[in-house]
Structure formats: structure tokens, C-alpha cells
């Protein structure tokens, strides 16, 4: 059969996992100058194959399950973290109940509670963490500065704790839970997604954690079960039971919230590291949010009045600083399957010139990198620019000089809002597409919306330094040090 080009390597087994663990997205794009759309590489000796651009994205995102399989490519790095029995511990039907059952616990009726939950944790933050000094300073132009990764990465724990994992979680979280957490954390690396139970003393800490961690949560439920519910995911999976009838066990609920909690830190606090270093480099950016706060919540006094949930969804320019971070810098650079059934690669895919069907055999991984098609300059007008505003400006997505016509099959590109959605075929996907795309993305705006705006009421921020780099050895890339941005308290 026709294989996909096999990008040379020194190394066998080790392959090209230097370049690729390095930095994904140049060794991709290098690729794709030399091969097209779509190549194999060896990654410690699985042949992944790679499927770049909107149509590369449909490919792995809109596979069919008779032919992809989410499962079997994750299985290794989340089941020891997450435990038995739920996300990728299960067939694909039963994750998908599960996905319902937390959508259950995320309605808009708990996301109006939370709020005020949220910004009085970041309030709090401010007024303790010794950071943020000189804020408390009585001095009017005092500056002080902050590890911008290190105080979102605590801010997005104790939030999510206060709000989806409960007050429980919350108030442990200055004891044995925060210690739990970094063990169990240890054990969510790329080393881990290759190789799940090499004898390391962090792969013991990592199973001794998930333990821990799962007796907490059913003990919880257990002391619960006498008072009354609250507006957090715990209570919410409690009421819940899968189509044959059959309650969640207090086991599934325990991992089902160890899933969630690690699904959405690295994520929500890389994202609201990278949102703060651009407000920090761009302050004429953060002065339009910060009057985007006064047009709309500025009370006769001229102090500003707290947000609320609905007023929240309606800020344009919050909404595009998140979108456009998220465009620059997605948390998940590499989406996987593990191919069950041979599959072909339709030859439109890797470009009008090598027109093959590729076949990609059954036991290979295919991955997308929405990544590359979030900065694809046929798509975006200055594509590696931070411009939230192009989110409000028609001509900031597709770029003057982009194709309207598609080489391949000649058919019109609709790069309007509407194809810039939910679609397998979006050249813009943080949050995924199809059956397995995220459901935490409403949580996600929220906690950040919350942060940053609450930030940016009380501080001023500039960044001394150059803008960090990215570092990739993380399962999430995160800004690399320095990334240190230096405040002072907002003059009222
Ligand atoms: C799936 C991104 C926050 C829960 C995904 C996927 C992406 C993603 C790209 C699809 C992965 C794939 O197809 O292989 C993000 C980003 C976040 C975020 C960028 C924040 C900025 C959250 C939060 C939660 C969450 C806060 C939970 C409250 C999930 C779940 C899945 C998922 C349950 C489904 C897995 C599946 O069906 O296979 N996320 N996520 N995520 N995410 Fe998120």
C-alpha cells in the first residue's frame, strides 16, 4: 500500500521524538514544507501520522469509531492518574454517558453561583499572597511583581476547588490535598503517555495519590449524603445513573472528579498565564478591558459593581482576549488516535499536487495539531500576532491575501464567523470538535473571564522583560522564565 512519507530520522525507535518534544509545532511545520499535509514519524517506535490544515483536523476529530480510537491512544496516561472505570478506562458509549452526566453538574444555574465565588477567591489572593505586597502597600506607586504561571496555577486550583470541586476540596486544599494533587500531577507527563509504568519513585507517588485521592472524594460523598446538595459537580453526578438504570458507584463519581480536575488545570491556568503576559505586554490592551469594565459595570458611586454570570457572556473584548490567547497558545498542541482499522487518507487532504490515498494501517496513531491551523497565514491576517480585535473585524480571520477558493476542490472557503465554530472542519479548535471535544470550554471562559477581569479591576501590569517563550517538555506548553510581570495597585 501507499504509506504516507516517513520523516528520515537518525534513530531508530527514538525516531523523531527530540524535534517533536522540542517543539512540535516548528518540526511540523518544517515537515509539511518538505512532505505536504500528511507524514508518519516515529515516535519510541509508534508511526504516528500527522494530518495538518482544517482538513487534517476533520480527519482525526471527525474519525469514525470504527476507525479511531481515542481510548486506546490515552489510555496508558490517564487511567493511572484518573483511576478504573471512567474517560478512557471505558468503551466509547459509556464515556459519552459520562460526558452527559457532567454536563449535568455544569448548567448555567451553578455557573451563576459561582461568580462571586470566583472573584472573591482572586480577591482574597490579592489581599494574602505575598506576592502581591505591594498592592497591599499603602504607597500609591508602589510596584511589586509576580511568577505569572506560578500564582495562576494557585489561583485556578482554589477556584475550580471552590466552585465545581466543592467546598470540601477547597478547605483542604492548604493540607494533605495540595500534596496529593502534586503527586498525582507527577505522573500526568509526556514520558507517561509513552511509557505508563516505568519503575519511577514518581510513577509509586502517582499510584499512592490516586488512591489517596479517590478515598477523599467517597469520603466525602459518604459524609454528605446526610446534608443537603450543593452547587458543585460533586452533588450533581451524585442524582446521576447511566440509560440501563445502573447509578454512577461512589468509585466512578471519585475518578470522574480527579478527571475533571486534572482536565482543567494545566489547561485553564496555561491559558490564563499567557492571556496576563500579553495584557502585561500590550497595556494598551488592558486599559480597553479595564473601560470595557467601566462602560458596563461602573455603579453611581464610581466604583464598579460585581459581574454576573449573564452580563459576563456579553463582553466582547474579554471574550476575543480568551479566544485570541487560545488561538496563539492551545493548551492541547497534539490530538491522537490510535488507528483499529486501516484507514485511508483521501489524497485532497495532503495537497492538490500529490494526489494518493495514502493508507494508514490499523495499530498506527494519526494526530492534528489544530495548533498549526489556529496561525495558518492563508487563514489569519498576521497570524502570529496577539490582536484580539481581529475577533471583531471581519478581515482580521481570513487574511487579505487568503485563498477563497479551495485548491483541491475548487469549492468556495466560507472563513466568515460561521466556519470559525464547533465544526470538525474549523481551522480553529482549542476546545477539539466531534465526540470527543471538550465540554469544560463554558467552565473554561467563565474561571478565566472571572480571573482576568478581576485582575485587571485591581492592578496595572507591564512586563520588564522580553515576552516568554514556549516551553513544550510540559504535557501543556507553558511559558518558559522568566515570566515575571510587574504590577501596581489600579488607581481608583
Ligand atoms: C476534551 C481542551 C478545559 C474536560 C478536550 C479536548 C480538548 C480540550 C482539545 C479534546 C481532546 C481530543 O479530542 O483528543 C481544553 C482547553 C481547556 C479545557 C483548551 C481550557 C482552556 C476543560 C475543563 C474541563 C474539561 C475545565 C472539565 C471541567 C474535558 C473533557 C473532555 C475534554 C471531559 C472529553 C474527553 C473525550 O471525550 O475524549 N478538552 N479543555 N476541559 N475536556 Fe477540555
Redesign the pocket.
Known sequence: PNLPPLIFHWIPVFGSALQYGTDPIQFFSKCREKHGNVFTFILFGRRMTVALGAKGNHFV?GGKLAEVS?EAAYTDLTTPVFGKDV?FDVPNHV?MEQ?RF?KFGLSVENFRAYVGLIEKEVRDYLATDPSFSAYRSTKREEWGSFDVLKSLQELTIFTASRT?QGEEVRSSLNKSFAGLYNDLDGGFTPLNLLFPNLPLPSNRRRDQAQKAMSEFYIRILAERKSTNASHDMLSALATQSYKDGTPLTDQQIAHIMI??LM??QH??SA?ASWALLHLAHRPDVAQALFDEQTKYFSSPDGSLRPITYDELRELPLLDSIIRET?RLH???HS??RKVVKNMTVPGSLTSPSRDINYVIPKGDFILSSPALSQIDPTIWKDSLTWDPYRWSDPEGVASQASKSYDDATGEKIDYGFGIISKGTESPYQ???AG???????Q??YLQLGVILVTMVRHLEMKLDGPFPSTNFHTLIPMPGSPRVISYKRRAP
Open positions: 476529530t481515542a474517560v464515556l460526558k457532567v465545581l478527571a475533571l482536565a482543567g489547561t485553564s491559558t487560545l492551545p493548551p492541547i490530538i491522537m482549542p476546545f477539539g465526540r470527543h471535544r471538550c465540554i469544560g470550554e467552565f473554561a
